[in-house]
C-alpha cells in the first residue's frame, strides 16, 4: 500500500476557537487538507485570532492562512484546497460525507463528551 500524501490526508477539527485554531493552522502548514466544524454562531471570545470568525463573516485569515465558510457538498467538489474550510454543519453529517483521516476534538468543553466514530 503506498502511503498517502498529506494533502491527500483529510484532517476535521471539531471546535476552531484560539486553540483549536492554532493547531488546525499548523496542520494545514504542514500540507494536509484541514476542515473545521463551528457553530453558526460561535463561542470563541479571541475572535481576531480563531477561524471561527468565518462562520460569521464568511471568511477570515489568521497569520497567513485564509478559512472559508463553505456548504459541504461545495468543499466536496473542489480538487485541491488553499485554505482552511469551515463547515456549519452537525459534526455528525460531516463525518459521515466527508470521512476524515484524523479528527481532532478543540471543543473546549467543561464536561466530557461522547463521540461515535464510525
Same mark, same amino acid.
Given at each position: $500500500?503506498? %502511503?498517502? &500524501?498529506? #494533502?491527500?490526508?483529510?484532517?476535521?477539527? =471539531?471546535?476552531? /476557537?484560539?486553540? /483549536?485554531? /492554532?493547531?488546525?493552522?499548523?496542520?494545514?502548514? #504542514?500540507?494536509?487538507?484541514? #476542515?473545521?466544524?463551528?457553530?453558526?454562531?460561535?463561542?470563541?471570545?479571541?475572535?481576531?485570532?480563531?477561524?471561527?470568525?468565518?462562520?460569521?463573516?464568511?471568511?477570515? !485569515?489568521? !497569520?497567513?492562512?485564509?478559512?472559508?465558510?463553505? %456548504?459541504?457538498?461545495?468543499? =466536496?467538489?473542489?480538487?485541491?484546497?488553499?485554505?482552511?474550510?469551515?463547515?456549519?454543519?452537525?459534526?455528525?453529517?460531516?463525518?459521515?460525507?466527508?470521512?476524515?483521516?484524523?479528527?481532532?476534538?478543540?471543543? $473546549? &468543553?467543561?464536561?466530557?463528551?461522547?463521540?461515535?466514530? %464510525?
Amino acid at each position: $500500500m503506498q %502511503p498517502q &500524501r498529506p #494533502a491527500d490526508t483529510r484532517v476535521l477539527f =471539531l471546535g476552531s /476557537g484560539d486553540l /483549536g485554531t /492554532g493547531a488546525a493552522h499548523r496542520v494545514f502548514a #504542514a500540507g494536509f487538507r484541514v #476542515a473545521v466544524v463551528e457553530l453558526a454562531l460561535p463561542l470563541a471570545v479571541r475572535r481576531r485570532v480563531s477561524f471561527a470568525e468565518a462562520a460569521r463573516s464568511g471568511e477570515t !485569515e489568521v !497569520e497567513g492562512v485564509t478559512c472559508r465558510r463553505m %456548504p459541504l457538498e461545495m468543499a =466536496l467538489s473542489l480538487p485541491r484546497w488553499d485554505f482552511v474550510a469551515l463547515f456549519v454543519e452537525p459534526a455528525g453529517r460531516v463525518l459521515d460525507t466527508w470521512s476524515p483521516h484524523v479528527l481532532v476534538e478543540a471543543r $473546549m &468543553r467543561k464536561q466530557p463528551i461522547e463521540i461515535a466514530v %464510525p
